[in-house]
């Protein structure tokens, strides 16, 4: 079961007995998207992490690892190792899109769901789809946590007991499934490469700081100019005229914030929602 956390749109789940289940990764959205909050997705990773539960797996985010590293690496690894994957499609968020395209890559157990608000995507159609009501009503969720309990079952038992299973890869003709390189290393080593995962992402911090504060050589100013494109482009893309009173207009300012964190370049011009709020607040005075 999922806990609701205050802090930032972190989810977390009951790691009670969770050393004796397997894996259950879940992707999902986790903030504002088509307009719903991220109080929204919390309540449905709850949702999620409770049928999961009744199914006999550990539910845990693909981001989420008892191990300190690269958040990419860790995401990758377990969409290639857990046993099971429940993907959330609502909303089409690029990311969890994304993260559902390798697993599938990978040709292993997963099974979509997905509110009734969000039309099919056409390459994943033909994969059948659990739905739920976006309002989140509480007789058709029992209804929803019931089916997804025994699909859960389903898929894994079908998994492991039919050498011919395919999610999704076989139905296409024959296919090499990709493989993730394995390597065994001592604990020395682990520690050692440990350490210099943590010295990379150290090495980017100065390259995180405030706009604000840049000096605006060539390199700064390219960052910026890349923000900058993605706001003129939301103002195009939605005809919106944009006025000095835009300056102060805080719907505006929440609006071009999840916007723009859904993309991969502004995520790596701004390493912080706090630094890509206060982005937004010099474009908004600099346009």
């Not at 088509?34 to 309540?43: L, Q, R, S």
């Not at 999610?167 to 390189?181: D, I, N, Q, R």
């Not at 482009?233 to 009173?245: H, N, P, Q, V, W």
């Amino acid at each position: 079961m999922a806990n609701k956390n205050s802090s930032g749109n972190k989810v977390e789940f009951d790691k009670q007995d969770s050393k004796e289940k397997l894996n259950c990764g879940i992707v999902m959205p986790i903030s504002s998207i088509d307009n719903c909050t991220a109080e929204h997705w919390k309540e449905v990773a709850d949702i999620l992490g409770d049928a999961i539960s009744f199914a006999g797996f550990n539910a845990r985010l693909v981001s989420d690892s008892e191990d300190s590293g690269i958040i990419q690496k860790r995401i990758i690894q377990n969409l290639y190792s857990d046993p099971i994957v429940v993907c959330d499609v609502s909303g089409k968020n690029p990311n969890v899109m994304f993260e559902l395209g390798m697993r599938l890559a990978f040709d292993k157990p997963t099974i979509i769901v997905k509110d009734d608000k969000t039309d099919y995507s056409f390459d994943t159609s033909q994969i059948e789809h659990v739905q739920y009501p976006r309002d989140l009503r509480f007789a058709s969720i029992v209804k929803f946590k019931e089916v997804l309990t025994e699909k859960i079952k389903g898929t894994y038992k079908q998994a492991n007991e039919d050498k011919n299973y395919t999610t999704f890869l076989k139905h296409f003709g024959k296919f090499k499934v990709a493989e993730l390189e394995e390597q065994i290393v001592g604990k020395d080593d682990y520690i050692l490469k440990s350490i210099e995962d943590l010295r990379d992402e150290v090495r980017r911090i100065p390259r995180s700081r405030p706009l604000r504060e840049l000096s605006y050589d060539r390199e700064d100013s390219d960052k910026f100019s890349i923000v900058k494109t993605r706001v003129k482009r939301y103002f195009r893309e939605r005809g919106i005229l944009y006025s000095t009173r835009d300056v102060k207009d805080e719907k505006l300012k929440e609006n071009l914030f999840n916007y723009l964190s859904d993309f991969n370049d502004i995520r790596d011009v701004c390493l912080s929602p706090k630094i890509l709020k206060e982005t937004i607040e010099l474009i908004l005075q600099d346009t």
